[in-house]
């Protein structure tokens, strides 16, 4: 089956400091990812959609200053969250679709932030 | 606009026992559904999907899913649940564009 890899799992940091995260797509090119945010016992809300090679699209409501978004090749997109503050603590977890259009996606492990 | 309802916040059944998850979707056309589960402080995998023929589409882990056209359905079943299917299940619907998620179902599995 298809691989994502998200990384870290866990991040502590303190406020105001950004913070990096990886999603990579193992064993197949992925043109589209997408960053979720999960609240505790909650669904996932959808953030953005990373697209290879443009810029991505955020969800209203995102700010696309506080989570940059790059995509820069068809295997990695990676999420940062600049000048962190305590209210982004929550659950990151990335997606990647193998086939275009479809909606079958795979998920990352997720990664766990908190904001001292 | 679509949208995925998941009537049961949580279930709780039997290990041993049948287990039905409810979802309906809200779309103009028949959209991709999938189903998702995942494990506390994980990712999700995915269950099973559908996108065309056969309305009763089988999982991995034993699961299977029908798609029912009249009532805009697509329950997850599973004959006998075991205690490692404790989880939260994600009912999921995508029209070519973006994917829905419901609002989970937990499963409790009792001895």
């Known amino acids: 089956g298809a691989v994502v890899s998200q990384h870290p799992s866990r991040v502590i940091c303190k406020s105001g400091t950004s913070v990096k995260i990886e999603c990579r797509s193992l064993?197949?090119?992925?043109?589209?990812m997408f960053w979720y945010r999960q609240f505790p016992k909650k669904s996932l809300m959808l953030m953005a959609t990373?697209?290879?090679?443009?810029?991505?699209?955020?969800e209203q409501g995102v700010e696309k200053d506080k989570f940059l978004i790059n995509h820069a090749s068809l295997t990695l997109s990676t999420l940062t969250v600049t000048s962190a503050h305590p209210e982004d603590s929550s659950f990151y977890i990335c997606?990647?679709?193998?086939?275009?259009?479809?909606?079958?996606?795979?998920f990352g492990e997720g990664s766990r932030l908190t904001v001292l | 606009a679509q949208s995925v309802t998941q009537p049961d916040i949580h279930i709780t059944v039997s290990e041993g026992a049948s287990l039905e998850l409810r979802c309906n979707y809200s779309?103009?056309?028949?959209?991709?559904l999938f189903w998702y589960v995942q494990s506390p402080g994980q990712g999700l995998q995915l269950l099973l999907k559908?996108?065309?023929?056969?309305?009763l589409v089988q999982g991995i882990k034993g699961f299977e899913a029908e798609f029912k056209r009249s009532q805009s359905s697509f329950n997850l079943r599973k004959p006998s649940v075991h205690w490692s299917d404790a989880a939260e299940y994600f009912c999921?619907?995508?029209?070519?564009?973006?994917?829905?998620f419901g609002a989970g179902t937990r499963l409790f599995v009792k001895a």
């Open positions: 997606s990647a679709e193998r086939l275009a259009n479809t909606g079958e996606l795979f």
């Open positions: 064993d197949f090119q992925a043109t589209t």
């Open positions: 990373s697209n290879e090679g443009s810029k991505a699209t955020y």
């Open positions: 779309y103009g056309a028949t959209p991709y």
């Open positions: 559908y996108f065309s023929g056969d309305t």
């Open positions: 999921a619907v995508n029209g070519g564009f973006k994917t829905i």
